[in-house]
């Protein structure tokens, strides 16, 4: 067997395809600065650890189990469908599928459920990558008997003994799972990679509601661009705002009432443009603009 | 004595890392693998006893060897463990793959041949496995 002397970490880096995962990282997702840093590091630190064993310098397989920490509505899923894609093409998983559960599809009903159905979702992961959403809920600590400590457990056990089998990444709030965190020292230690999402700036928000009008093959009308940023800073200031999704959720009743505005003309022919311009009208009638900022109680 | 029942029984036994990937034919292939084990090696004995219900929806050979570890760990040492993947295609539905994977800790006694005489001079043959003598809990066992 010949021994290999060098490694070309720029050619591996391109022919191991994740180059375009990265480049796809940055220009489909708007904003996240620290987010694709931290995966351009991650990216870069795995790459060279494959570069160390084919040298023969290294032989552990690295903790790749990661937390993501954010507010809602930030991006957390879609990034660590990139990162299922990201680890697969560097060959540290061998599917790069991407498991979603929160603690209903882990916690049994009864005593004697949890276990078989933590590890059937468990099998279901393995060569995957497991993301459990908002996973401090997994411990309660006001009720002892929370089956939700049974999952912890096999989780732990797993996540140490087939490293090489399955990437858990836990998701959540970031100050509710910094006490799951303090609470559970097993899994401090045993999660490499803690990365923070930030919340949206207006101005980001206003490029992600183009972004998501442009998919749906709507465009914005130009006397609705003052608005929308006026409504951003409005729906950002009411209880239960989540970043992006409320953002989503504003531009469907947009053209919830686009489609009533049009169907209200009566009989008139619309064109093409017609049918894509979501007009200033379409925002003006929004409860958020209407309200005043909540009072705190 | 070898027990020879299944696909590749007349090979050494498989590595897990040989079993692996089997599997991962299997899985590949979209055929539902399932684990059974028994401790009656007859060769007409074809239902074996189920670890589990087959799993379906597995993308990788490692939660399927996951299970096999269960399996083995408790059933591993006095039992016979195959594996069985089953094609759902509508015309087939049927086994399309199946090899034993773990073989009890002793050696397997074999079998006898039995001759029973009937109607005059007839005589009519059987084989019975020594191992079945005993009952299930004390079989294979020093």
Redesign the interface.
Do not use: Q, S, T, V
């Given at each position: 067997m010949s021994e290999i002397k060098s490694f070309n970490l720029q050619k591996a880096f391109e022919a191991s395809g994740v180059k375009e995962v990265l480049d796809e990282l940055d220009r489909d997702l708007i904003g996240l600065l620290p987010v694709k840093t931290r995966i351009h590091e991650t990216a870069s630190l795995l790459l060279v650890n494959k570069a160390r064993e084919e040298l023969n310098l290294s032989k552990i397989q690295p903790s790749l189990h990661m937390s993501f920490t954010g507010n809602p509505g930030t991006g957390k899923t879609t990034v660590a469908m990139r990162m299922a894609k990201l680890l697969y093409r560097l060959g540290y998983v061998?599917?790069g599928?991407l498991v979603l559960v929160t603690r209903d599809d882990l916690v049994g009903q009864y005593i004697g459920h949890t276990a078989?159905k933590t590890?059937e979702i468990?099998?279901?992961?393995?060569?995957?990558v497991l993301f459990i959403d908002e996973a401090y809920y997994l411990y309660r600590p006001e009720n002892e008997r929370d089956y939700g400590q049974e999952v912890i457990e096999i989780l732990l056990q797993v996540m140490e003994d087939?490293r090489d089998?399955?990437v858990v990444i836990l998701a959540g709030y970031a100050d509710k799972m910094d006490k799951f965190f303090s609470s559970n020292p097993g899994f401090r230690s045993r999660v490499a990679h803690h990365i923070d999402f930030p919340d949206y700036s207006d101005d980001e928000l206003f490029e992600i509601a183009i972004k998501m009008l442009k998919e749906q093959n709507y465009v914005l009308g130009d006397n609705a661009v003052t608005i929308l940023k006026e409504y951003i800073a409005k729906r950002r200031e009411q209880p239960h705002f989540a970043n992006a999704r409320s953002i989503r959720n504003g531009l469907d009743r947009a053209i919830l009432r686009q489609a009533n505005r049009l169907f209200n003309k009566g009989d008139v022919e619309l064109n093409a443009k017609d049918l894509s311009e979501i007009d200033y009208e379409d925002f003006a009638l929004s409860r958020v603009l209407k309200s005043k900022p909540p009072t705190q109680p | 004595m070898k027990i020879t029942q299944g696909t590749f029984s007349f090979l050494p036994d498989l590595t897990d890392e040989q079993i692996t990937k089997q599997i991962q034919y299997c899985i590949d292939n979209d055929w539902a693998v399932g684990i059974e084990f028994t401790n009656d090696p007859h060769p007409r004995n074809t239902y074996w006893e189920m670890w589990?219900l087959p799993?379906f929806?597995?993308?990788?050979?490692?939660?399927?060897l996951?299970?096999l570890n269960a399996c083995r760990k408790v059933y591993g040492d006095n039992h016979y463990i195959r594996l069985s993947a089953f094609d759902n295609t509508h015309g087939w539905e049927s086994i399309k793959l199946s090899f034993i994977v773990n073989r009890p800790k002793v050696e397997d006694p074999g079998f006898r041949l039995v001759r029973q005489e009937v109607d005059g001079r007839s005589i009519r043959y059987t084989t019975q496995a020594y191992s079945t003598d005993k009952p299930s809990s004390e079989r294979y066992r020093d």
């Open positions: 061998r599917k599928h078989p590890k468990l099998k279901k992961a393995m060569g995957g087939h089998d399955l | 589990d799993m929806d597995i993308r990788d050979a490692a939660g399927i996951y299970e």
